[in-house]
């Protein structure tokens, strides 16, 4: 199985900062993905992290407000921009192993 | 769009009854079917999966049901512990692809 982690693991940020949370996984993987868990509710993804090439990005999500790097294989970030307290929530990064899809900690953020 | 749901958001059982928790998705290209449990401050962990070619599949005090007429996902949890108290959420894909729809989630309370 893979073993994700996330830095940070919980961050209280001001409105109008960025915040860049780090995904580090102890393998190489071909998909990795972000997500994000609003308070009390379900995952939305975010943007598939492509490596050596820009995100792609779901319906409701930029790049300019979520930026994505993918430098390599075990390795992505995501930066939350201009932050709003609408953007308080779990951001996860999960990975396609050989046989699931794993999730990492998730990085809990709070906007105030 | 197309969505994914739970019947209930709440479900309490006692120590040792059987659980089932139910489903329901919307998207017919979807192909591929997942059972993540979330324990509080945790990332979604992986419990079982169920491709559209199968009906049923079992894991270690679990079994997935699929039934494709009706677009209905089940999660049945055999001798329900203390330890299975959690959000179950159902996940979805289509078309062999790995980025995931996720349902609204159920908690599960185990009582004594």
């Known amino acids: 199985s893979a073993v994700i982690s996330q830095k940070p693991s919980r961050d209280i940020c001001q409105r109008g900062t960025s915040l860049t949370i780090q995904c580090q996984v102890d393998?190489?993987?071909?998909?990795m993905f972000w997500y994000r868990q609003q308070p009390g509710q379900s995952l939305t993804l975010i943007a598939t992290?492509?490596?050596?090439?820009?995100?792609?990005?779901e319906s409701g999500f930029v790049i300019d407000k979520f930026p994505i790097s993918r430098p390599n294989l075990t390795f992505s970030t995501l930066t939350v921009s201009n932050m709003s307290p609408e953007d308080s929530s779990i951001y996860l990064c999960?990975?396609?192993?050989?046989?699931?899809?794993?999730f990492g900690p998730g990085t809990r953020l709070t906007v105030t | 769009g197309e969505s994914v749901g739970l019947h209930l958001p709440t479900l309490s059982v006692q120590e040792g009854d059987n659980s089932i928790i139910n489903c329901a998705y919307s998207?017919?290209?979807?192909?591929?079917f997942i059972w993540y449990k979330q324990e509080s401050g945790k990332g979604p962990q992986f419990i079982i999966d169920?491709?559209?070619?199968?009906d049923k599949r079992q894991g270690q005090r679990v079994t997935v049901l699929l039934n494709k007429t009706v677009k209905h996902l089940s999660l049945q949890i055999a001798a329900t512990q203390p330890g299975d108290s959690a959000v179950y959420f159902c996940?979805?894909?289509?078309?062999?692809?790995?980025?995931?729809?996720f349902g609204k989630g159920t908690s599960l309370l185990v009582t004594p």
């Open positions: 169920i491709r559209s070619n199968m």
């Open positions: 996940a979805e894909s289509a078309n062999s692809g790995y980025a995931l729809n």
């Open positions: 998207n017919s290209a979807s192909d591929y």
């Open positions: 999960s990975v396609v192993g050989l046989y699931e899809q794993y």
């Open positions: 393998s190489q993987v071909t998909m």
């Open positions: 992290a492509n490596q050596g090439s820009e995100a792609t990005y």
